[in-house]
C-alpha cells in the first residue's frame, strides 16, 4: 500500500519564522503535488514537482522533489499569517487515483 | 475561474436518514470526485465519476452511493446516515483524469446525530 506521511502534524510559529514541512513515502512516486487548505475552503492547488531533484519556487514557498522521488519538502521563509493553513501533499496511487498525505496544519501568529 | 460548489456548507443530520450532497461544477470537467476528510487522516477518495453515468468506487465506498445523471453534477447519497459518517465531505473535479490538478468545492461539513 503507497502511504505519504506528513511531518509534522502541528505547526505553530511567530510570524516571520522560517519552517520546512515534509512529505515521505517509502514507495516511488512519478510526480507529487502540494495543495493548501485555508479554514473553512477546499484545498488549492500550488504547486506539481515531476522530476527528482526539482526546486521550485511560489515567492517565499520553496518546494523540493527528492532525487529519488520518494518524498518531497516545503520550505516557508519569513511565514505571514495568510501562511495559515492545512498543507497536503498527494501523488498518484498505483491504481491511478490521487492519494493525500494526512496533512499539516501551520498557524502563524502576528 | 474552475468554480465548484456544493449545496450545502454545514448540514445536521439524524441516524438513519437519508442525506443527499450535491456538487456542481462550471467548467466541463470530465471527471468528479467525492472525499471525505478527518482529523489526521488527510483526504480519502469515496467514489468518482470520469463520465455521465459512469462511475467507479475509492478506497472507503462502504455506506455511500453516488449519481451522476448531467456532466456538472455529482451527488453523494447517504442511505441510512450513521454516526460515524460525520465528517467533512469534499467534492472536486478535475479536467484531465485522477492525477490532473483537481478543484474542489468549499466542503459540507455534516453532523449525525
Known amino acids: 500500500t503507497q502511504l505519504l506521511e506528513q511531518s509534522p502534524q502541528f505547526l505553530s510559529i511567530q510570524e516571520g519564522e522560517n519552517l520546512t514541512v515534509y512529505c515521505n513515502s517509502s514507495s516511488v512516486f512519478s510526480s507529487l503535488q502540494w495543495y493548501r487548505q485555508e479554514p473553512g475552503e477546499g484545498p488549492v492547488l500550488l504547486v506539481t514537482v515531476v522530476t527528482g531533484g526539482e526546486v521550485k519556487k511560489l515567492k517565499r514557498l520553496t518546494f523540493q522533489f527528492g532525487d529519488a522521488r520518494k518524498d518531497s519538502s516545503l520550505h516557508i521563509t519569513a511565514a505571514q499569517p495568510g501562511d495559515t493553513g492545512l498543507y497536503l501533499c498527494a501523488g498518484p496511487s498505483n491504481t491511478g487515483k490521487l492519494i493525500f498525505g494526512q496533512g499539516t496544519t501551520l498557524q502563524v501568529k502576528p | ?113
Open chain 2, 1 to 113: 475561474d474552475v468554480k465548484v460548489t456544493q449545496s450545502s456548507r454545514y448540514l445536521v443530520k439524524r441516524t438513519g436518514e437519508k442525506v443527499f450532497l450535491e456538487c456542481v461544477q462550471d467548467m466541463d470537467h470530465e471527471n468528479m470526485f467525492w472525499y471525505r476528510q478527518d482529523p489526521g487522516l488527510g483526504l480519502r477518495l469515496i467514489y468518482f465519476s470520469y463520465d455521465v453515468k459512469m462511475k467507479e468506487k475509492g478506497d472507503i465506498p462502504e455506506g455511500y452511493s453516488v449519481s451522476r445523471e448531467k456532466k456538472e453534477r455529482f451527488s453523494l447519497i447517504l442511505e441510512s446516515a450513521s454516526t460515524n459518517q460525520t465528517s467533512m465531505y469534499l467534492c472536486a473535479s478535475s479536467l484531465q483524469g485522477a492525477l490532473d490538478t483537481q478543484y474542489f468545492g468549499p466542503g459540507t461539513r455534516l453532523t449525525v446525530l
